[in-house]
């Protein structure tokens, strides 16, 4: 691919996703703001302003961003009351843009969002659990949580918030990173002790990866840094040997009758950039030419509308329908923005 090619599918990705923002949207709208961010366009600017002052306008009284209420992955028809967790997905780019705008309203706002986070109910090792219903930890919320956690400590000088992170990400790792495979399983339950979704889910794994791989460009001297170059290691090499030769990831990695999936896919096409942008000897360098092709599969199936099939809904995991979501949307333009280097002009 040339890189005047993926720039105009990088238009065509961020008009639709400008175009197609539901007013109750959170987490799923966080990656598409981050996808958004990373190009700069004044208008996309503009735009994801304007969704973050509305998730600070329906902050609701526990310090959830952007209502923070029960959700519904209407598809498979699941309710849950969230922790402080999720909302927390939208920690990330309202500190971007309060570090551009330096307006106090967002720094109160992320401030309100820490505190419903660490006053979630936790497992007894510490993890921060997803949801009120059961003492279980999700893979997602490496990623939602632990990178937001660690740039507010460091903004605020709180090194509390840094250790907190770093904690999370150890005890997730502890429960759910597989020694054997080198692969993330979705959920962990306490009690009873067991794996209610255990699947190696694409998206999943790609979850826990960035994760990594951001604790490592925000903590690359942190005395545990040690341990997230060795997941993301190991994720990058267990994950790359399940990749098709036409580039797409299966929804679950090691199962060859599931179907391709566009999310796990993308995430898998960005991190590879971004490990070999930090040169801690994370990855072959011959790697890149896997994020290329990921990258390539999936662009080949943009619609003219700018919209990208293929990326499973919530709640993630296997058996789960096909559609577009706004991660999706994201993942594209962090893949596009992390790979454009690498392609010819």
Not at 53 to 64: E, L, P
Not at 104 to 128: C, F, K, M
Not at 271 to 277: F, K, Q, T
Not at 300 to 307: C, D, I, M, N, R
Request: glycine share 8%.
């Amino acid at each position: 691919m040339k890189v005047q090619e993926m720039e105009q599918l990088v238009k065509q990705v961020t008009a639709f996703t400008l175009a197609n923002s539901a007013e109750r949207d959170s987490w799923e709208k966080a990656i598409a703001m981050s996808g958004l961010l990373a190009w700069g366009d004044d208008h996309a600017l503009e735009v994801v302003q304007r969704w973050l002052d509305r998730a600070v306008a329906t902050q609701n009284s526990s310090g959830n961003l952007c209502y923070g209420d029960a959700f519904k992955a209407a598809q498979a028809g699941i309710d849950y009351t969230p922790t402080g967790s999720l909302s927390s997905a939208l920690g990330m780019p309202l500190l971007q843009v309060y570090e551009n705008s330096r307006k106090q309203e967002y720094l109160d706002a992320a401030e309100r969002q820490i505190q419903a986070l660490v006053n979630s109910p936790r497992t007894s090792d510490g993890g921060i659990c997803p949801r009120y219903e059961a003492r279980e930890l999700w893979v997602d919320f490496t990623y939602l949580t632990c990178p937001f956690l660690v740039r507010f400590g460091q903004i605020t000088g709180e090194d509390k918030y840094i250790e907190e992170a770093v904690l999370q990400f150890e005890v997730h790792v502890a429960h759910l990173l597989d020694e054997k495979a080198g692969l993330a399983r979705h959920m962990w339950c306490e009690v009873p002790n067991c794996y209610p979704q255990s699947t190696f889910w694409s998206r999943g794994c790609g979850w826990l990866l960035l994760a990594g791989i951001h604790l490592l460009e925000l903590l690359p001297s942190h005395p545990k840094a040690g341990l997230f170059k060795d997941v993301v290691r190991r994720l990058l090499t267990a994950m790359s040997k399940h990749q098709d030769r036409n580039g797409y990831l299966r929804n679950t990695l090691d199962d060859p009758r599931s179907n391709f999936e566009a999310s796990g896919t993308l995430m898998f096409a960005f991190a590879i950039p971004r490990a070999l942008e930090l040169d801690m000897d994370l990855v072959d360098k011959a790697l890149i030419e896997n994020a290329l092709r990921a990258f390539g599969v999936v662009a080949g199936s943009v619609e003219p509308s700018g919209k990208i099939p293929g990326v499973t809904v919530p709640p993630g995991g296997p058996n789960v329908v096909y559609d577009w979501a706004m991660y999706g949307q994201g993942f594209f333009l962090l893949a596009a923005k992390a790979l454009k280097p690498y392609l010819t002009e």
